[in-house]
Every structure is written in C-alpha cells, then in structure tokens.
C-alpha cells in the first residue's frame, strides 16, 4: 500500500545510461550517487551480483543491472557510477547500489506523462517496467526497481537453466574480466 | 510537560519481567524449603511491587488478581495453610497468568480470560484441589533433603535496580559500530602518515595514544555487551521442576559459573540448544527414583549447568548423572548407517560424538538409543552457527556430559590475513594451524591437490581457482594448514598478512547461500575483505564432483608409491 502511494506522490526521477539507453528510477528510492570503486567480489554469486563494496561502514552488495536486465554491460569508464538505492520487498527493505554508465540528470514526470509500457518493443522484461516517460526528444524507460533487484536470477540464466552456481561465478568473472581489458585497451 | 506514557508502560512490562522471573525462581526454592521465610518475604515483596505499580497505572484486574496471590501468601506466613507442592504449582500457574494479564492490559485488552478468573478464585480459596490435569493420585514427593537452590542465591539475585539502567542493544551496536569505524579509520590515518616520508614524531605519538584510546573504548562497549550467564541458567530451574514433576523423577539443578559473562547475543542463540539439551538429559538421562536406588544412588539425581572462562572462550558445560549413553547402540546404528567401518579403532568420546550426526537419530532408533539422539544435530548446528564446538563424555551408568565451547563474541574475531591477487581473505586465527610453502612441483596443479606435510598427506585447496579469480598465479604461494573436525586440509594462497582483530560485518540475505563465507570485514585501506567460513569451506570442497579431484588424488598416489619406492631403495 505505501509502494503504489509513492509511485502516486513520486514525480521527480533519476536518469541514467545503461547500454546505450537512457533508464529512469524514482528519487525517493535513490539514496546517493558514489564514483565506481573497487569491488570485493562474492564468490559463488549470480553473474549480476558484482561485489561489494563499504559504505561508511556498512556492506552494500553492489548489482550490475545491465546483466538483470539481459543487456550487455558496458566497460566501467571514469563516468560510471553506483546508485545506492533502497528497495524493498516482502523481506522488508535494503540497500544496494547498482551499476551505471553514467548518470545523467533529475527530471520531473508526472504519472499522467508516462505512458504505459507497449507489449513488445522494448530491450527488456516488460515486467521489469513502470512505463515510458519522454525527457526532451528522447523515452526514457522508467524502471520498477524494486522488481529488478527483486528477482533472484539473471536474465541469463533464465533462459540457460543449465548453470551451477560456480560456474556461474566463473562466467562473471570472466565477462568482468573481459570489460577490463576493453576498458583497459 | 507531556508525559510519554508509551515509554512508562515499556519500562513497567520489562521490570515485571524481571520481578515474575524473580518470583518463579523464589517459588520452586520455597517448594524445596517451605520453612524458609527470607524466600516467602521476596515472593511476597514481588507480588505487592506488581499490585501497586498495576494500581497506580490504571490496571485494577491485574492489581485485583495479584492482590488475590499476595492473600494467598498472606496465609503461608501466618501459617493457616502449609506450603505444597500443588499449591506452588497453583502459584507458578498463577505467574504465568499475571504474564500473560499485563502483556494484554499493555496490549489494550478489555476482558479477562475465564482461566484468569477461575484461577484468581483458586487463589482467593488457597485451594489447590489439583489444577493439573495429568496430576496423579499419589502425591509427588518433594526432595526435600535436596533443596533445588542454595540457599542465598534468591536473595543475591535481587538487584538493586537503582544504579542500573535499560539501554536498548540497538544502540550499543550502534556504539560497536562506531568504534570499529574510528579503528578502521584510524588504520587510513596511520598508514598516510607513515607514506609522507617526513614522520612527525609528535603527531605520530599522539595518533598512537589516540589508537590506544580507541581500543579501549572499543573494549569497554564489548564489556557493556557482555552479561552474565545467571539469568539465563536460573530460567531453567522452572523447566526442570515442571519436567521431573510430569515424569515423577527427583532432579536438581545445580548451576555454576553464574557469574562467567558472556556477549548478549550468545547468550540469545544458546537458549534453544540448553532448552534441547536439559529437557533429553531428563527425558533420558536421569532415570526414575526406583530406579537410581536399585543402582545404589541417590534418588534425585542431578542436573549441572556450569559456565567457565578457558582462554578466549567460554565453556558451558550440561552433565547430569543419570544412565549414560549406550556404546554399544551407537555403535551399531553407526555401523547401520556406514559411518563407523570398524569398531576398533573409535574411543567411547568420539563414537558418542555421532550423535550429533544430522540423520544419526531417526525417530526408531530414538527409543532405542533411549532418546539420547534426538535433534543433537540441531544443538551442534547451532553452536557451530555461533563459531562453537559440541563434545560429549559419557560413563554408563554415571551420567552423561555435553561440552560447549563458544567465543566470547560474535562481534570481533581473532583473524589472519591472507591475500589472493588483489583480493584479501580473513581466516578465524583459531582454524589455522601453521603456514608452509607451496613446494615447486605443485605449482602446475588444478583447483585441488596434495602436498606431503612431513610424511603425512595433507589436501589442499587453491582459493584462487576454487573461488574462480582471474589473476594470474604468483611465482611463489603459500599454503595455510587449517584443521577442521580433526581433519588437517590446506589452502593454497599468494601472500600471509598475518593476525589482526577484525570486526565482523554481516554480508545480508543477498549473500545467504554462499558457502564458506561467514561474512566480512573491512579493511584498513577501506576495502571489503571477506571472511572464510572454513568448516564450511571444507564441506563444499568435499561435495564438490569427484572428477574434479579425482586426477589430482590418483596422480598423488602414484607419486606416494613412487617416494615409498625411493624411499626403500634408500634405505636399502
């Protein structure tokens, strides 16, 4: 009940690049923006799970939403960011930061200009999604955070049920380790 | 002024909490000693503090109910009525009442339970015409030669609460938190003012002494959170008089080491397994009056709970002098379930050590084992939870000892550093036996292999390639003997930091189905380090598919017959 009377009081969002495109969440639920830091890695974790990292003290599991969401992540660059964001679900409500390309802006987006998510279309899950809103000239796709960090698997290994969890680690370290030398090239 | 009444009523459930706990304890002391005025005064003293504070805070029914039971003692003092067994049983229902009557006064309940009421009549009668259903016809005998408690130990537990204060454990987390923010920050400071190169004597002194301070205060909000073991002991005494009541057996409970504190969130984890551990040593271990005479022992038996401090941990020790365990059932469910091969070579302390095997006690075997095996797994999983140990000793016939060991703290342990590329590890210190090289010719091997550790072969894991990291392997590694279960293993690492205390991070739900990781840390540059579960660690590298390790292992035994060889031609 207090989740659908945000979304209702919620107009502002966050705007962030993920992939080529641009991803919006409700600023009620983003708590911070922090530069990209080195990651302690969590063996044995899905491939979305990226690490962890500490936030003044606190230990924040740090999730690429890119791998959630079934798109390709893009090498981490002097722009990339982590969102710390509060999600909550029906085990009550926890941090996490999640991986950007880079953030763009706040917009304002009243409910009655996002419009319905169209049934096909999109890159993602279209369960993954509030809707569509428009800043400027471009859609921005509004995320239902919540729902994303929500789901235990990757968009992966939803359609690959063959992975064990070490193998999975493996293919993450692997895909990291490959964006390194991108990044690095 | 605005008065939080909310606060008033929190503090006023906690402190009956504390009176009713009193009181209980006071009541079966009174049972074994019913002469004994000094324990009827303190019951007396409980019951007119409740009565009043439920007066003055506008709770006439629990006021009217313990007005009932404080006629009641009334007439224990002036002896128109003598102290029974069922009438302290009336008296014990009668605190579980009052419980449950000012939980629901404070919960805002407008009607009383009819039980309440026909118990509160009870009370005002003095009547104790057999409350308890199951209560037979011939009366249970009191062990009056055998007081229950010393004498003395009621009227220490009343403590002047004047000088005390109620803290909630949140905040001292918080406290803990802090302070092991500041060490961590501190460990930044150091390190950038060594780097400069110009080392300011003064500053450098003064940081130390900051450095000490803190550890200090670090220590002191440890002690904050230590209590004593007492409390939770005494809580018991109900227990094992209701149990031994219900089986007609004469029991006492004896405790020691009431005053070993222990950290409170210990203390929480530990009631469960004791709770397990009392209530199988009655049901089993203790037998019938009858029967301890024909053995030529004292009727009622004893139930010792006993706490002591052995280095940096705390011992809790559950022993009662009852049957024993049966080597020879265990023997032969073990044999049953493949887990013992020969009966040889197993002493009694390991072989009732299955016991705690999950899968060990399967609801036909209880009866035959007479019960002893029932959910001990559950008991050594919960120790093991709290990074303890679980022992058994056992002499048939003389009683049966369970030993706990556990640390003082879960939030800080002794750890020991280790690196793997830019990763660092943190290994609990207590796991690690010594640190050797890695010898040359392994240096080519998998995820898995043996060394030969003087003679004797020693397995090992690389966590580089068992955690799946991508760095490549340094010239010269290191590997770690750590024993787990009386099992040596090896893990092979690139560097050895060494020994630090290292506050302990939870890793959250996100994390929970990671094995071998206990949790984390964070370091002194700021970085989180992970902490290895190693009993954990170990299960997952034992049950992990056979044709990983497999050729390591048979290349290994070709290598042991070829140095038995070489080693005969030697000594030829």
Redesign the interface.
């Known amino acids: 009940m207090m989740e659908t009377e945000s979304a209702l009081e919620q107009i502002q969002y966050l705007t962030f690049q993920l992939a080529g495109e641009e991803y919006a969440i409700g600023i009620l639920q983003v708590k911070e923006i922090i530069p990209y830091v080195?990651l302690?890695?969590?063996?044995?974790?899905p491939a979305s799970?990226r690490?962890?990292?500490?936030l003044?003290?606190?230990?924040v599991?740090v999730i690429d939403i890119a791998l959630k969401l079934g798109l390709s992540p893009n090498p981490v660059t002097a722009r990339s960011c982590i969102v710390i964001v509060e999600t909550t679900s029906a085990?009550g409500s926890?941090i996490?930061g999640i991986i950007a390309d880079s953030v763009s802006q706040v917009i304002d987006l009243p409910p009655q200009e996002i419009s319905a998510t169209p049934p096909f279309g999109t890159q993602i899950q279209i369960d993954f999604l509030r809707g569509i809103g428009r800043s400027g000239q471009k859609f921005v796709l509004v995320l239902d955070i919540d729902k994303v960090l929500g789901s235990d698997d990757d968009a992966e290994t939803r359609t690959n049920s063959s992975g064990v969890?070490?193998t999975d680690?493996?293919a993450r370290?692997?895909q990291s380790?490959s964006n390194h030398e991108i990044a690095s090239a | 002024m605005e008065i939080d009444f909310e606060a008033i009523l929190k503090t006023y459930v906690a402190e009956c909490d504390e009176r009713l706990a009193a009181m209980e304890e006071a009541l079966v002391a009174l049972e074994a000693d019913p002469h004994n005025d000094g324990f009827l005064e303190a019951i007396f003293r409980g019951a007119h503090t409740i009565k009043g504070n439920a007066g003055s805070l506008g709770f006439p029914r629990v006021a009217g109910f313990a007005h009932a039971f404080e006629d009641l003692l009334q007439r224990f003092r002036n002896n128109s009525i003598p102290v029974t067994p069922a009438r302290i049983t009336l008296l014990l229902r009668s605190l579980d009442a009052l419980r449950e009557m000012i939980a629901a006064e404070v919960a805002g309940a407008e009607k009383v339970s009819p039980e309440h009421v026909k118990l509160q009549q009870q009370l005002t009668d003095g009547d104790a015409a057999e409350p308890m259903e199951n209560q037979a016809a011939a009366p249970v005998p009191t062990p009056r030669d055998a007081p229950l408690i010393k004498r003395g130990a009621v009227a220490d537990a009343v403590v002047d609460y004047a000088t005390t204060i109620r803290v909630d454990t949140e905040k001292l987390n918080r406290m803990l938190?802090?302070a092991?923010?500041i060490a961590?920050a501190q460990g930044r400071l150091r390190q950038a003012m060594t780097v400069r190169g110009q080392s300011n004597g003064e500053a450098l002194e003064a940081h130390s002494q900051v450095e000490r301070l803190s550890l200090e205060l670090q220590e002191q909000i440890m002690r904050v959170r230590m209590v004593p073991v007492g409390p939770t002991f005494r809580q018991y005494l109900r227990m094992v008089r209701d149990l031994a009541q219900g089986q007609k057996k004469l029991v006492r409970l004896e405790t020691q080491g009431d005053e070993v504190e222990v950290d409170m969130s210990i203390i929480e984890h530990l009631k469960d397994p004791l709770t397990h551990m009392i209530r199988n040593a009655l049901d089993h271990g203790i037998e019938t009056p009858e029967a301890r005479q024909a053995r030529g022992k004292n009727p009622c038996g004893v139930l010792k709970l006993q706490a002591r401090h052995e280095g940096g941990s705390i011992v809790i020790e559950v022993s009662d002098d009852g049957n024993g365990l049966d080597r020879a059932k265990i023997l032969a469910r073990g044999l049953a379930l493949g887990m013992v091969s020969e009966a040889a070579q197993w002493s009694d302390d390991e072989l009732y050590g299955l016991i705690f095997s999950p899968g060990f006690s399967t609801a036909a075997v209880v009866t035959d084992l007479s019960g002893r095996g029932i959910g001990m797994d559950v008991v050594k999983s919960n120790i093991e939870a709290l990074r303890g140990t679980v022992g058994v000793h056992s002499q048939p016939g003389e009683g049966t000892s369970i030993r706990i060991q556990l640390p003082l703290t879960l939030a800080i342990i002794d750890g020991f550093g280790v690196g793997v590329g830019?990763?660092t590890y943190v290994l609990p210190l207590h796991a690690v036996i010594e640190c050797i090289e890695m010898p040359v010719s392994e240096q080519q091997r998998g995820a898995l292999g043996v060394i030969d550790l003087r003679g004797a072969p020693l397995p090992y894991v690389r966590l580089r390639d068992?955690?799946?990291?991508?760095s490549p392997r340094p010239r010269r590694e290191n590997i770690v003997v750590v024993e787990v279960d009386r099992v040596k293993a090896g893990l092979a690492v690139d560097a050895l930091y060494g020994a630090r205390q290292t506050v302990i991070?939870?890793?959250?739900?996100?994390?929970k189905?990671?094995?071998?990781?206990a949790g984390?840390t964070?370091l002194g540059n700021?970085?989180?380090?992970?902490i290895l579960d190693v009993p954990g660690l170990m299960r997952a590298v034992m049950q992990s598919p056979r044709d990983e390790a497999a050729p390591t292992l048979a290349h290994w035994r070709g290598e042991q017959a070829a140095a038995k060889l070489a080693n005969s031609a030697q000594s030829l």
Do not use: H
């Open positions: 080195t302690t890695m969590v063996p044995q974790t799970i690490g962890v990292i500490n003044r003290g606190a230990v599991p085990a926890l996490m969890k070490v680690g493996k370290l692997k380790n | 938190n802090l092991g923010e961590i830019d990763e068992w955690f799946g990291l991508t991070k939870p890793l959250g739900d996100k994390f189905n990671v094995r071998g990781i984390s964070i700021g970085l989180v380090a992970l």
